[in-house]
């Protein structure tokens, strides 16, 4: 974070907007993050990430990106991924020590892990400390239109049916489904991202898709790699904690209708492997692998011997992107770690031994 020296907004008592940035796993958040730190045009931000995965992967990424508003220690990094659950543990305390620190931002950015709801987050701003010093600008809801058009969020009954039936404790009809359905009635406005990757008339059929997914009316942009500037996505002035009411999610309904909710739908872990020599080689049969293993997201860095430059590696469903992001600095314990999230029947042995086998 880039702090004021001064702290004018808290004499002047106005409130310090936050923008909520969420959207399903590897829709393009951290990327449309990075695009507002380098454009900020002198705002000062301070920005809090909440991942799903014990590797801070996103974190990692701003911190590397060199923009003035991204320096190591002005990123606050919330490990568990499912706010929903830690809003009160985590988040509260963490914003009550934001708003105590001397200095105090222009604007906050928050980005929620892809697998959390954004209502509680939302709700969280009402509790009196924050209430009084915050207000939540809006609600940004990044969508990967390239995997809507694939149709990954459009419910597999079969597949339901058949973990229905195995497994009693699952109460929800698809969790993926039920969650891009929440992220989207929490939005007050929609970015429709990865547009590079269809052709208009697929635009089209993707905006008319999640139109369908929400009854609100959000607005609803088209961006590339998250390139939507500063100005259209921070200032939008809703004050969303006023109208959590009309944006419930389904965990919501269903505790008013009595129902449990279940916290065990999503599983993470983190593989650590030597370093990789064959750099081409590991990615195309890890590439592979997510696809046998219906892998939701992959990603992490690599070590590749005589490289200067760490290898950032990112899959989102079966896509997958690596990339030299920046180079090891000095002192820095060049490793691969690689974090792996799926479904909760995810098979963790098979897929290590996987993993470990394509590093070979
Ligand atoms: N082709 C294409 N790729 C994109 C676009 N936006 C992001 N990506 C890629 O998609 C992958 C995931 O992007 P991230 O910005 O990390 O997504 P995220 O939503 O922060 O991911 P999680 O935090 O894991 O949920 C990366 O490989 C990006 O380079 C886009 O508009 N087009």
């Known amino acids: 974070m880039i702090f004021s020296k001064t702290g004018d907004r808290k004499a002047s008592g106005a409130k310090i907007p936050a923008t909520v940035i969420t959207g399903f796993l590897g829709a393009g958040k951290t990327t449309m993050i990075r695009n507002i730190l380098e454009n900020a045009d002198g705002r000062r931000i301070a920005l809090i990430i909440n991942e799903f995965g014990d590797l801070g992967v996103d974190g990692d990424v701003l911190k590397g990106c060199g923009a003035e508003a991204c320096s190591e220690d002005d990123i606050i990094e919330l490990t568990n991924g499912c706010i929903c659950c830690t809003v009160a543990d985590d988040f509260i305390p963490t914003m009550t020590r934001l708003l105590e620190r001397e200095g105090r931002p222009d604007h906050i950015v928050i980005e929620t892990s892809g697998l959390a709801l954004p209502q509680p987050l939302i709700a969280a701003f009402n509790w009196p400390d924050i209430r009084t010093q915050v207000t939540v600008d809006g609600v940004i ?36 489904e039920e969650l891009f359905e929440d992220q989207l009635t929490a939005a007050d406005l929609i970015v429709l991202n990865k547009t590079d990757l269809l052709d208009a008339a697929g635009i089209e059929a993707v905006r008319r898709e999640v139109a369908a997914r929400t009854t609100r009316k959000p607005m609803m942009i088209e961006a590339a790699n998250g390139a939507v500037p500063a100005s259209v996505l921070l200032g939008l002035g809703v004050g969303t904690e006023d109208d959590i009411a009309n944006r419930k999610s389904h965990h919501e309904m269903e505790h008013e209708a009595g129902e449990e909710h279940d916290h065990d739908e999503f599983a993470s872990f983190v593989v650590e492997l030597g370093p990789i020599a064959d750099s081409t080689g590991f990615v195309s049969r890890l590439k592979a692998i997510v696809s046998a ?66 590093a070979a």
Do not use: C
């Open 141 to 176: 809801t990044v969508v990967d239109s390239a995997a809507v058009a694939a149709g990954r969020f459009a419910d597999d009954h079969d597949k339901v049916d058949a973990a229905r039936a195995e497994d009693d404790n699952l109460d929800h009809e698809s969790p993926i």
């Open 293 to 358: 293993h219906d892998v939701l997201r992959l990603k992490g860095f690599a070590d590749v011997p005589g490289k200067p430059m760490r290898l950032l590696i990112q899959a989102v469903g079966t896509r997958i992107d690596p990339y030299f992001d920046r180079a090891w600095a000095a002192g820095e314990a060049r490793r691969t770690r690689l974090v792996v999230i799926g479904l909760h029947d995810l098979d963790e042995a098979a897929l290590r031994a996987a993993i470990v086998a394509a």
